[in-house]
């Protein structure tokens, strides 16, 4: 059977998996992320076999360079134009297919269930990503960024984000922003998750932080469905995995406004993959880079 490596590179944690054509996980490990790059990709990379392996396919928070195979990701400041695709390739002998962690999960989705044509897909957690299939097929665009949503502006006199913006979603929807803006509100929490168990149990600034949250991602989406008309918008991520908590207050922002029918008509649902989204979509990616059908 023939099986790929599939990398994962979030803001927190970096995992991997070998993946058959099939579409099963064989193995896998997680790590956190550390400060040295290449020492913790080759940590991550150490535990598998790679002779058979047909290729690599990694996605990464972005922004990143599809061209020279670089990534910059905001959420992890150490890591500048760091070149992952030259250093997986080093590390395993293998081609090494590139695209963002959402864009991953967006073919995740895709190549696990076909059912929409086309997609967003939405990843929140420490950081906000966006992937598009459309057609049927991945749309990466000119750089490799193409749905990157985390970065549109939604407030101009808003917070100072680190891609050099001000008042991009990420600063109000991510797990983190959320986090801070409720203890700016005197929540006394230590994170995201504990602010999600909170809100679950009724704390009214928890609550109010996930529904502010809710509402800059409900912008995001329209925004997108309006550009690009997808049918389908799947959200994954740390933060997602708080359910009705997001999904809830999500749906209602979007319920609440009006505008054209194919706006108002976009089918949001949690993924159904859970964490292993991205992995299956970096699986994808490399079975289409040794010209199998995906």
């Not at 420490?126 to 991945?138: A, C, Q, S, W």
Request: proline share 6%; net charge negative; charged share 15%.
């Amino acid at each position: 059977m023939k099986t790929v490596l599939a990398v994962d590179i979030g803001g927190t944690t970096f995992a991997a998996a070998t993946v058959t054509a099939d579409r099963a996980i064989t193995d896998r490990a997680e790590i956190p992320v550390g400060a040295d790059p290449t020492a913790t990709l080759t940590r991550l990379i150490a535990g598998f076999e790679t002779r058979g392996l047909i290729g690599v396919g990694v996605g990464s928070a972005g922004p990143l360079d599809a061209a020279s195979g670089t990534v910059s990701p905001v959420n992890i400041p150490g890591w500048r134009r760091y070149p992952l695709t030259g250093v997986l390739g080093d590390l395993t002998g293998l081609p090494v297919g590139l695209a963002g962690d959402a864009q991953c999960m967006a073919l995740g989705e895709h190549w696990l269930r076909p059912g929409a044509a086309s997609l967003l897909g939405v990843v929140v957690s420490t950081g906000i990503g966006g992937g598009l299939v459309l057609d049927g097929e991945p749309y990466f665009g000119r750089s490799g960024n193409a749905g990157h949503i985390g970065h549109i502006s939604i407030d101009p006199a808003g917070r100072h984000c680190p891609c050099g913006d001000t008042g991009c979603v990420e600063t109000v929807a991510s797990g983190p922003s959320m986090a801070a803006y409720a203890r700016e509100q005197g929540w006394a929490g230590p994170d995201a998750r504990a602010l999600a168990a909170d809100a679950a149990a009724g704390h009214p600034v928890a609550r109010r932080a996930f529904a502010r949250g809710a509402a800059a991602l409900a912008t995001a989406i329209r925004t997108t469905t309006a550009l690009v008309d997808v049918d389908t918008v799947v959200v994954g991520g740390g933060v997602a995995a708080a359910g009705e908590v997001l999904f809830g207050p999500l749906r209602q922002a979007l319920a609440d406004r009006g505008g054209l029918p194919f706006v108002r008509g976009v089918t949001v649902t949690p993924t159904g993959l859970g964490r292993d989204a991205g992995l299956y979509g970096a699986a994808a990616l490399a079975f289409a880079l040794a010209g199998m059908p995906v």
